[in-house]
């Protein structure tokens, strides 16, 4: 199973405003710290606004925060909000489809997958805060 890069970045934010509770983050701070484009932050971190995940604050000292408390943001629903599709192949195009087993394995392994996540809340992967902040600040 792979990710989509829209669904890698809104982890990454949520990461690294759950490793900076204690103050407003901006789109460029964060997109300087991974080292990605601000432009697609910019999209990404509206739409988990728009999903009740962040909070932006608007005005000249505004900037972006967790909208939750990170035992409140759950993995596996994030990631079911970025991901457009979990279709791992195209069964509904095969002619084989019908007598086929492998698109019920696919669906258990995804739903395995799926289940997993939904086990971890945004705090369960900040328990090392300390160190990810560290890791933000080395080129600061």
């Known amino acids: ?31 300087q710290a991974y080292d990605i484009s601000q432009n697609h932050l910019m999209k990404v971190v509206s739409d988990l606004v728009g999903a009740g995940y962040v909070e932006s604050v608007r005005g000249r000292f505004g900037g972006v925060r967790l909208a939750k408390v990170p035992s409140d943001i759950n993995v596996g629903a994030v990631i079911r909000h970025t991901e457009e599709g979990f279709d791992l192949v195209d069964c509904a195009s095969c002619i084989i489809a019908p007598a086929c087993g492998l698109t019920g394995a696919l669906n258990k392994a995804l739903a395995a997958f799926i289940a997993v996540l939904d086990g971890y809340t945004l705090e369960s992967l900040l328990s090392r805060r300390l160190d990810l902040t560290s890791l933000f600040d080395r080129d600061t």
């Open 1 to 31: 199973m792979r990710l989509t890069r829209y669904t890698d970045y809104a982890m990454r934010v949520l990461l690294y405003l759950g490793a900076r509770q204690d103050r407003l983050c901006s789109i460029a701070e964060i997109a």
